[in-house]
């Protein structure tokens, strides 16, 4: 997850011109760096080019699973091992307002819906890898 976020979570933050994105994605980092005792490494020189459309199903697919983190946390059934820092981050996005942010400023875009698609399955093929 760790280079998920500072990959394609990066690329998709710069690639969809959602301000806001760049912050949270190396606040993530740095949660999940801290979970597995390392350092946060710095974005890749060479991240994926990713078209805005692809960038936003990107960044849906990762701001989506903050409510995943919140429903874990909630269930008490998470692990030692988990990232709890990550976890905490993740629903801390969910509850602050980012989140609807998000999705507030997604509603309003006019995105090609099979790019956006293909942008989410990036996360999850980075997942699965």
Same mark, same amino acid.
């Given at each position: ?8 979570g990066?690329?998709?933050?710069? #690639?969809? =011109?959602?301000?806001?994105? $760049?912050?949270?994605? %190396?606040?993530? &980092?740095?949660? +999940?760096? !801290? ?19 692809? #960038?936003? =199903?990107?960044?849906?697919? $990762?701001?989506?699973? %903050?409510?995943? &983190?919140?429903? +874990?946390l !909630? ?21 602050? =307002? ?25 996360v ?6």
């Open positions: 997850m760790l280079e998920v976020h500072v990959g394609l990066t690329a998709a933050a710069e #690639a969809s =011109g959602w301000a806001p994105g $760049l912050l949270i994605e %190396a606040r993530r &980092a740095q949660h +999940l760096a !801290r979970d597995i005792s390392t350092e946060a490494p710095p974005p890749r020189a060479v991240s994926p080019r990713l078209t805005p459309d692809q #960038a936003w =199903g990107v960044l849906y697919a $990762l701001n989506g699973s %903050a409510l995943g &983190a919140t429903v +874990l !909630r269930s008490g059934l998470g692990a030692d091992s988990w990232p709890r820092d990550y976890l905490h981050e993740m629903a801390t996005f969910a509850k602050s =307002g980012e989140l609807r942010d998000f999705f507030d400023h997604l509603e309003h875009l006019e995105l090609s819906l099979a790019d956006a698609v293909a942008g989410a399955g990036l999850f093929d980075a997942i699965a890898r």
